[in-house]
């Protein structure tokens, strides 16, 4: 079992803005953020295992959290030129993205049982397997805190963190629960 500075020391090697302790009781499921994917506004809903409703119901996804005593809270904060620097926008998530998804691989290395949360679809495959199938990398693919009904803005306040920087910025949020 690894202990939670350690956690917080790796974390810090992969680039991300900000690396916190959080508490595991600071994720609260909130079925109105899961209403907001029902909408299907980002085109996922219903077409991959890490997005619902193929990552579980909301009391599915609670049980998963509560498996967990430990937590982190990383964030990606980057500037933008203006408000509609996409290109921008789009630099910045990959930067989150490519680090979440390589300090996840050290910590599965490591044996660490844990569970990522992330920002976005999961986008290992060009296509899912879902629904006919059984995921091929479940222990790669994970869903988005949104997929799981966090409202990101009242987590990162729940643990006292800021989620925005001032104009012309954006910021990545994701999580890690472990034992």
């Not at 306040?157 to 954006?170: A, C, H, M, R, W």
Request: hydrophobic share 35%; aromatic share 12%; with cysteine.
């Amino acid at each position: 079992m690894a202990e939670v500075y350690e956690i917080l020391d790796l974390a810090k090697e992969y680039g991300f803005s900000k690396v916190v302790e959080m508490a595991v009781s600071s994720v609260q499921l909130n079925p109105e953020v899961r209403a907001m994917c029902a909408t299907n506004k980002c085109k996922m809903y219903d077409t991959n295992w890490a997005c619902p409703p193929g990552c579980g119901t909301l009391a599915e996804c609670e049980a998963k959290v509560a498996k967990y005593k430990h937590g982190i809270l990383i964030q990606t904060t980057g500037e933008l030129e203006d408000s509609f620097d996409f290109e921008g926008m789009e630099e910045i998530k990959e930067k989150h993205d490519l680090n979440l998804k390589n300090f996840v691989e050290k910590l599965y290395s490591l044996e660490i049982d844990m569970m990522p949360l992330g920002d976005g679809c999961c986008q290992i495959c060009k296509d899912c397997t879902y629904p006919d199938g059984e995921c091929r990398f479940p222990k790669k693919a994970f869903s988005s805190m949104e997929a799981f009904g966090i409202l990101v803005s009242d987590f990162c306040k729940s643990n006292q963190v800021e989620y925005y920087y001032g104009p012309n910025t954006l910021t990545y949020v994701g999580c890690v629960l472990f034992n």
